[in-house]
């Protein structure tokens, strides 16, 4: 059973810049959770997908975007990047959105705006 | 407002030294808690949630719902204890999760 995987690792932007980061979700999972961790703080959700379609919202404005794919895979987009976007961003999957089921975090995209 | 408030941002203990993590949270309903833990290097993890009533590690936490409390405890700390807890909730495990700020458990050999 293959974890939670996020590309790239690490990476650097200057403001204004557009950032795509990518996430495979655990085996046989269909939710993927987005979050953002800043320095010195707890993860705070961005939004989530099951089954391709956003399955709730954080408090992030719209130039924080997602997709999943048909093989449950997402990604996060972020425009118009800030240096307040400088943050780790996790991906967390989930079997299914309704029932009581743990979420499985990736290793992180550290992510550095200039 | 829901929030989880995690007053402690480091906590310092001798190795075999009881310990003991503090959570608050506010929420309009019944969530569900959870105790999440990152080890040095690691991805972060769950260690236990309360409707599981298990005890991992040899931590435990009962839910206060009178006092909205969801303290982690260990009668006797190890050194490889020493890692970033954080203290989350949500309406169901599946859904978005809501995390304190994280304490940072350190033991001293």
């Known amino acids: 059973e293959t974890g939670v995987t996020q590309s790239p690792t690490h990476l650097i932007k200057t403001r204004g810049q557009q950032v795509t980061l990518r996430c495979s979700s655990q085996s046989g999972h269909n939710t993927v959770s987005w979050y953002q961790q800043a320095l010195g703080q707890g993860p705070q959700f961005i939004f989530q997908y099951y089954r391709e379609e956003e399955n709730g919202r954080g408090n992030f404005p719209p130039r924080f975007s997602g997709l999943q794919f048909p093989n449950y895979s997402s990604e996060l987009n972020v425009n118009a990047l800030e240096l307040d976007d400088s943050a780790l961003y996790l991906c967390a999957s989930s079997e299914d959105r309704a029932t009581s089921i743990e979420q499985f975090f990736g290793p992180g995209t550290r992510l550095t705006v200039l | 407002a829901q929030r989880v408030t995690q007053p402690e941002k480091l906590l310092s203990v001798f190795k075999g030294a009881p310990v003991e993590l503090k959570c608050n949270y506010s929420y309009s309903g019944s969530p569900e808690l959870f105790w999440y833990v990152q080890y040095s290097r690691q991805r972060l993890q769950l260690l236990l949630r309360h409707i599981s009533r298990e005890s991992i590690k040899g931590f435990t936490a009962d839910l206060n719902k009178g006092e909205t409390s969801f303290h982690l405890k260990k009668p006797f700390a190890q050194e490889e204890d020493s890692a970033m807890y954080y203290c989350?909730?949500?309406?169901?495990?599946?859904?978005?999760?809501?995390f304190g700020s994280g304490t940072r458990l350190s033991i001293r050999p």
């Open positions: 989350a909730l949500s309406k169901s495990s599946a859904s978005k999760i809501i």
